[in-house]
């Protein structure tokens, strides 16, 4: 898996792209998380659930029905937001899959473990993508706390972090492009 440091990473650039006004950084928290969330199976890992079963790490929770799950329920959930604040419930509602969708898609870009359930619980066969250069993450805290750790850090940075980057900053020039065009008309 890819560290929970770059699926944030991936999500909070995510929101930020898509709701872009500072009133919703607390849906760029939000996807931040929803982005993270998958992981929770790795719980299973330790209490025996085995890795290659539905209900193990990479699938069930990484698939693209979780997505829609996730993002179904956090749009009703952001419905209560206050009206000034809340954003758009379609656009949340893509944010949110995307951001939780994003999940599996760093993982299958990772070089280990058994690839990821996309299409579970109907179809659960595992993918990896044809290239894979994001350093796997391991599982437990203690052996992310080394040289394991730095190296994937380091292949997030190049992998996740510096395209991240790039999309903030193409975003902001999209919207300066956006706010010029509109002053000249």
């Given at each position: 898996?890819a560290?929970?440091?770059?699926?944030?990473?991936?999500?909070?650039t995510?929101?930020?792209?898509l709701?872009?006004?500072?009133?919703h950084w607390?849906y760029?928290?939000?996807?931040a998380l929803c982005?993270a969330l998958p992981d929770?199976?790795s719980?299973g890992?330790?209490?025996?659930?085995p890795?290659?079963?539905l209900?193990?790490?990479r699938?069930?929770?990484h698939?693209?029905?979780?997505a829609?799950?996730?993002?179904a329920v956090?749009?009703l959930?952001?419905?209560v937001?206050?009206?000034?604040?809340?954003?758009?419930?379609?656009?949340l509602?893509?944010?949110?899959?995307?951001?939780?969708a994003?999940?599996?898609l760093l993982?299958?870009?990772?070089t280990?473990?058994?690839g990821?359930a996309?299409?579970?619980?109907?179809?659960p066969?595992?993918?990896?993508?044809p290239?894979?250069?994001i350093?796997?993450s391991?599982?437990?805290?203690?052996?992310?706390?080394?040289?394991?750790?730095?190296?994937?850090?380091?292949?997030?940075a190049?992998?996740v972090g510096?395209p991240c980057?790039?999309l903030?900053?193409?975003g902001q020039r999209?919207r300066q492009?956006?706010?010029?065009g509109?002053?000249?008309?």
């Open positions: 898996m560290s929970a440091f770059a699926h944030a990473a991936l999500g909070a995510l929101g930020k792209l709701l872009p006004h500072p009133r607390p760029w928290v939000a996807a982005a929770v199976d719980v890992y330790r209490l025996g659930v890795y290659a079963s209900w193990g790490h699938g069930l929770t698939s693209l029905l979780a829609a799950v996730v993002a956090g749009t959930l952001g419905q937001a206050h009206p000034a604040r809340r954003p758009a419930a379609a656009r509602a893509l944010l949110l899959f995307l951001a939780t994003s999940h599996g993982d299958a870009l990772t280990g473990g058994l990821v996309f299409f579970s619980p109907w179809h066969e595992r993918y990896f993508f290239f894979r250069p350093k796997v391991p599982l437990s805290i203690r052996a992310f706390l080394g040289a394991k750790g730095l190296r994937v850090l380091a292949s997030e190049v992998w510096l980057l790039m903030l900053l193409l999209w492009h956006q706010r010029l509109s002053a000249n008309k």
